[in-house]
């Protein structure tokens, strides 16, 4: 059974600190990894897919990576409007599902 | 920029009672899914579609559930006889291919 776990579960921030999030995952073969920010009350917003150990993505202040066993999601000098739910997922070879982790609250303070 | 769309955005019906929850794909989409989230809880997968029919469903979705593509703009998703544990946000999501989906923004089921 795939599984995906998330950390921290909440993260606090001031504006301009960086930090990264983690999300470690268990699947037979991996098909890829995605991430997706979540705002209050609506649905995921597609952010990147990584499909291979050492691959990086970036947009903006966000920059995805990945290994066999955890894909990192780095926010360098964030600012309050990053502030969200981060979910990372996966989807199984051979699968078009994708398996949610519980996702990482960040809140960014001014 | 396309997206998918999702009606009603907020629907209340009393236990028992039958619900149809509408979504409109992007428009060269060929796979779409249906997955809840029960407050405070992870993303569930529901049921995905592909070429008029299911092509995976989860243990969440039993003889009470049932999708449909009624013509070639809509998706619907059907629960029979809704249960108190049917309250949740219902996200509708489409990809081109079985790759990056794009979710809707959710219609809140709430079951009295």
């Known amino acids: 059974e795939d599984q995906v776990t998330q950390s921290p579960e909440a993260l606090r921030l001031q504006e301009g600190e960086s930090s990264s999030l983690n999300c470690s995952y268990t699947?037979?073969?991996?098909?890829?990894l995605f991430w997706y920010r979540q705002d209050p009350g609506k649905g995921p917003e597609f952010l990147f897919t990584?499909?291979?150990a050492g691959e990086e993505k970036e947009k903006e202040r966000l920059k995805a990576t990945l290994t066999k066993k955890e894909s990192f999601l780095h926010i360098t000098a964030p600012k309050p409007e990053d502030s969200a739910t981060y979910l990372c997922?996966?989807?199984?070879?051979?699968?078009?599902?994708?398996?949610f982790g519980k996702g990482t609250m960040l809140l960014v303070s001014p | 920029e396309p997206e998918v769309t999702q009606t009603p955005s907020h629907q209340v019906t009393q236990m028992g009672q039958e619900v149809i929850l509408r979504c409109v794909p992007i428009?060269?989409?060929?796979?779409f899914y249906w997955y809840r989230q029960i407050l405070g809880q992870k993303v569930e997968f529901l049921v995905s579609f592909y070429n008029n029919e299911i092509s995976e469903k989860s243990e969440i979705f039993d003889d009470q559930f049932s999708v449909e593509r009624p013509d070639g703009s809509n998706f619907t998703l059907k629960i029979r006889s809704t249960k108190l544990e049917d309250s949740a946000m219902y996200f509708c999501?489409?990809?081109?291919?079985?790759?990056?989906?794009?979710f809707g923004p959710g219609t809140r089921l709430t079951v009295l």
């Open positions: 997922a996966v989807q199984d070879s051979g699968y078009s599902t994708l398996t």
């Open positions: 699947v037979s073969g991996l098909r890829g």
């Open positions: 428009s060269n989409h060929l796979y």
């Open positions: 999501a489409s990809s081109e291919g079985d790759n990056e989906q794009f």
């Open positions: 990584l499909y291979s």
